[in-house]
């Protein structure tokens, strides 16, 4: 039996609508292009397409995940970031909007300097912040660490699928503690990190799509959000270089508290506060003297 595939398509817009999905037709385009393997605008080029009854079921399957509060890019397994497609699932924390601020500053400070940048990026989850960088500043060799095995799976998945899968070393392991094991090992021109910075009290006030699927080690940031903060101020001392640059993302109202705890150490100085598009502090940045 074949169906109008517009109408199966309205249907799945309404569902969504009734569950308080936002951008409901949006969402359905983007769930109907995936499951048809084609593009959101193949859907209009066409008048009077049509599904078969097992393409419709499959198509109201990840209508009614999504539903269920499964974030769309874990349904479809991509997130853009930075121009870039990047293939996301379960074991990796979803790469936001606001991250891209912090690979902008990294990128013009990098610019800067034509010799070979060696970076360092902790906790580097689907490796958004690592590939990126490895794309967009050829000079740069980068690292990235994470301390889930599964999340560094996806991360070389993606480097390969970018080409640079040759100038990024993937080590497992907490922060600092797998460059210990390293020979080769030196301090980095670049220190990067979007650590966990959730409050762990506030992590079940998230809504259900954040709580319920993305991994709860890259949210935990412990009692303040802050637990991060204080061990990469302290422990990256030793594997930044002298004139290095320290640059972390922040959550809501983190920017001033991280400011303190990078003067506290008096080994930072510069130290400067960014703002992303929706004028929130985001980004810190300090030189290591």
Not at 193 to 205: F, R, V
Request: glycine share 8%; net charge negative.
């Amino acid at each position: 039996m074949q169906l109008k595939g517009m109408e199966v398509l309205r249907k799945g817009q309404k569902i969504l609508e009734c569950c308080d999905i936002p951008a409901a037709r949006l969402e359905a385009e983007i769930l109907m292009a995936h499951m048809l393997k084609c593009q959101r605008h193949d859907l209009y080029l066409t008048r009077d397409w049509r599904l078969d009854g097992t393409q419709a079921q499959e198509f109201f399957d990840l209508i009614y995940r999504r539903c269920e509060g499964c974030p769309i890019q874990y349904i479809t397994n991509r997130q853009e970031f930075m121009g870039l497609e990047f293939y996301v699932d379960h074991r990796v924390l979803i790469p936001r909007a606001d991250t891209e601020i912090l690979v902008e500053h990294v990128i013009a400070w990098a610019r800067k300097r034509v010799e070979r940048i060696r970076i360092l990026d902790v906790g580097t989850g689907s490796g958004a912040i690592a590939i990126s960088l490895a794309v967009f500043l050829p000079n740069a060799c980068v690292t990235a660490v994470d301390i889930s095995g599964e999340a560094l799976d996806v991360a070389r998945l993606n480097a390969r699928r970018h080409g640079v899968e040759n100038r990024i070393t993937f080590l497992e392991g907490d922060l600092f503690s797998p460059l210990y094991g390293c020979p080769d090992a030196q301090p980095f021109d670049v220190v990067v990190s979007n650590p966990p910075y959730i409050p762990t009290s506030e992590i079940e006030d998230l809504e259900v799509q954040v709580k319920d699927y993305e991994p709860r080690i890259a949210l935990d940031g412990g009692d303040d959000g802050l637990k991060f903060y204080g061990r990469l101020a302290r422990e990256g001392l030793e594997w930044l270089k002298a004139g290095g640059l320290l640059a972390v993302e922040v959550g809501y109202g983190q920017s001033q508290k991280v400011k303190a705890l990078l003067e506290s150490t008096g080994c930072y100085g510069d130290i400067t506060v960014h703002k992303d598009l929706a004028g929130i502090e985001r980004v810190v940045l300090a030189m290591r003297r």
